[in-house]
């Protein structure tokens, strides 16, 4: 089944609302012509309504780096769907390793972020990983098989086809280490088999599956080339435009 890759470009805290736009202005004239391939920027929450004018008629989707699971309430410094929404976005990352490691996000709470995303009318890039400690205790496939299948829990076939999955190597996010493309591949490929098993072919076909640890312009077109990766959630090299665009354009 053919999927169209999807590249999105995580900012972090980076990124004054000036410096957003500045970057953002740049990525839209480069990606502009590129066919093939589906772009997406994840700005700070300050920079979102700025960014969100820019790119409106653009081919560049906008994506938020977090999300509450609740509408509304007495949430001191979170962000709903709605609030997301409102703003223009499409997609939430969820469940980045970041997230989990610096502020304890569990697996549990991702699945209600997924399931609020999903009735709020957005998408969520679904992130999963393993740690180097795990990988090297020979535990990748079964630490990112439970977390693959406790996000997607509370959703039905038809939604967890929509929603993207971002595998993210811990061990690979801001080190300059990246996994082989055999090791990137063998751990989608072992995803896509889960997503089989559980929810069958077709909505397995469907989903889409990013490469998530120290995507560069200088190892994209060869991770990108594997059969079961299908973009990539790319964070330092998201920060320069010609590289960015360079990654979008390996996709293609």
């Given at each position: 089944m053919s999927?169209?890759?999807?590249?999105?470009?995580?900012?972090?805290?980076?990124?004054?609302?000036?410096?957003?736009?500045?970057?953002?202005?740049d990525v839209i004239a480069r990606v502009a012509s590129m066919d093939g391939v589906e772009v997406g920027v994840?700005?700070?929450?300050?920079?979102?309504?700025?960014?969100?004018?820019r790119v409106a008629g653009t081919k560049v989707r906008l994506a938020a780096q977090n999300v509450?699971?609740?509408?509304?309430?007495?949430?001191?410094?979170?962000?709903?769907v709605p609030m997301l929404a409102d703003v223009g976005c499409q997609y939430a990352i969820v469940g980045h390793s970041e997230r989990r490691q610096y502020f304890g996000e569990t697996d549990a709470a991702c699945a209600q972020k997924l399931a609020a995303l999903h009735a709020g009318g957005l998408r969520s890039i679904y992130c999963i990983g393993e740690t180097?400690?795990?990988?090297?205790?020979?535990?990748?496939?079964?630490?990112?098989g439970r977390q693959l299948l406790a996000g997607l829990e509370a959703?039905?076939?038809?939604?967890?086809?929509e929603q993207v999955i971002a595998y993210e190597p811990v061990w690979a996010i801001g080190t300059g280490r990246t996994a082989t493309p055999d090791q990137a591949q063998e751990v989608h490929e072992f995803l896509r088999a889960q997503l089989t098993q559980r929810y069958g072919a077709e909505v397995a076909?469907?989903?889409?599956?990013?490469?998530?640890g120290s995507m560069k312009p200088q190892n994209a077109k060869e991770l990108l080339s594997q059969g079961d990766i299908d973009?990539?959630?790319?964070?330092?090299?998201?920060?320069?435009?010609?590289?960015?665009?360079?990654?979008?354009?390996?996709a293609r």
């Open positions: 999927r169209v890759p999807f590249i999105c470009g995580n900012w972090k805290m980076h990124m004054t609302v000036p410096e957003a736009l500045a970057l953002v202005d994840a700005p700070p929450y300050t920079a979102l309504h700025a960014v969100s004018k509450h699971f609740e509408p509304k309430g007495a949430y001191t410094g979170e962000i709903s180097l400690e795990e990988r090297d205790a020979g535990k990748a496939l079964e630490v990112v959703l039905e076939p038809d939604a967890v086809a076909g469907r989903m889409r599956i990013q490469y998530g973009g990539g959630l790319i964070g330092g090299a998201a920060l320069k435009a010609e590289d960015f665009a360079a990654i979008c354009g390996a």
